[in-house]
């Protein structure tokens, strides 16, 4: 079987592949259209988020058998008519999981404790006590929305703290010993944080709006490391501004590509002008922590992404 490789990956992803008896191409470069004119030459194909795997694509890939995602989604797939064309699709949630873990909690404790105001302030010799007085999670309410991979990873962080963990997911029966499952209502009843780890979906696309936000019966802290999409970055701005939301951790935003690689379509994130009104308030807030979608991305993740892709390939066609 020939496998084509779009994306860069650590090593072992090719080395074991190899070691299994399949032949391995690389192109990190070609456009879509390039890849489109050679895909039926492929069985298999391993990609992360370098271009849409859409109808036409699947079309020209008429030897296709799996599809490969090195990543936890697979928004980026036309996954109902791939199905449809009999190709297996490979996800790995599992590789990750840990890492986005341990972002989400890193980003709570930092904006709780105001580690970047303080680190700011202190490097310009200012020693402001008082203002930089931060809060304690022990006693808090941490709500999950989406409790696969992702949100049970975090859950298992949170057992170190007194806190009450409670989680909505669309499938029945998920919550476990780390966090009790209820209705969306008791959740927004309750929180006194709200952390998404949902995919991109239908469902998920602008769910965090100012209608949903203000049936919130208490002010809370909004933590996404999920998708950007998901949160529409100028009512979030507005409940900022009011209140709503004490703060906010993003690892992305809505203005992303597809790709993730880069922030606008133009890869202009200097130029104030041509950011969104939303995103020039979010730079400066000092209640808000930016990172650049890196909660899945550490030196660890990037190898067990790999050996998760290889373990499955290797599972159904080994």
């Known amino acids: 079987m020939k496998i084509l490789h779009l994306d860069s990956n650590h090593p072992l992803l090719i080395n074991q592949l190899n070691d299994l008896g399949f032949t391995n191409h690389e192109d990190y470069?070609?456009?879509?259209?390039d890849i489109e004119a050679k895909i039926y030459e492929y069985d298999g194909l391993i990609i992360r988020s370098r271009f849409t795997i859409d109808k036409q694509f699947l079309d020209k890939a008429t030897n296709l058998k799996f599809i490969g995602r090195v990543g936890a989604g697979l928004e980026n797939i036309d996954c109902d008519y791939a199905e449809s064309k009999g190709v297996y699709l490979i996800s790995a949630p599992e590789g990750n999981r840990n890492a986005v873990g341990e972002h989400t909690l890193g980003?709570?404790?930092?904006?709780?404790?105001?580690?970047i105001k303080a680190d700011k302030e202190v490097r310009q010799g200012k020693w402001l006590r008082e203002d930089n007085?931060?809060?304690e999670l022990d006693g808090k309410t941490v709500g999950l929305i989406g409790y696969g991979n992702m949100g049970k990873a975090f859950a298992k962080k949170l057992r170190g703290f007194d806190v009450d963990v409670l989680c909505y997911d669309i499938k029945p029966n998920v919550g476990d010993d780390n966090a009790k499952q209820v209705t969306l209502i008791e959740l927004q009843n309750k929180a006194d944080v709200l952390s998404l780890h949902t995919p991109q979906t239908?469902?998920?696309?602008?769910?965090?709006?100012t209608e949903f936000i203000d049936v919130f019966k208490k002010p809370f802290w909004?933590?996404?490391?999920?998708?950007?999409?998901?949160?529409?970055?100028?009512?979030?701005?507005k409940a900022l501004k009011t209140g709503k939301i004490l703060g906010a951790g993003l690892d992305v935003l809505e203005y992303e590509k597809a790709?993730?690689?880069?922030?606008f379509k133009n890869n202009v994130t200097s130029s104030a002008v041509e950011m969104p009104v939303a995103f020039q308030y979010l730079i400066k807030a000092e209640n808000v922590l930016l990172t650049p979608h890196v909660a899945g991305w550490t030196i660890e993740s990037k190898e067990k992404l790999a050996q998760t892709i290889v373990n499955k390939i290797k599972m159904k066609f080994c």
Do not use: W
């Open 29 to 33: 470069t070609s456009s879509k259209e």
């Open 107 to 115: 980003m709570l404790l930092s904006l709780f404790n105001k580690f």
């Open 133 to 135: 007085r931060g809060i």
């Open 202 to 209: 239908t469902l998920t696309t602008n769910m965090i709006n």
């Open 222 to 237: 909004l933590i996404n490391t999920a998708r950007g999409k998901s949160v529409v970055t100028s009512d979030l701005v």
């Open 259 to 263: 790709s993730f690689e880069n922030l």
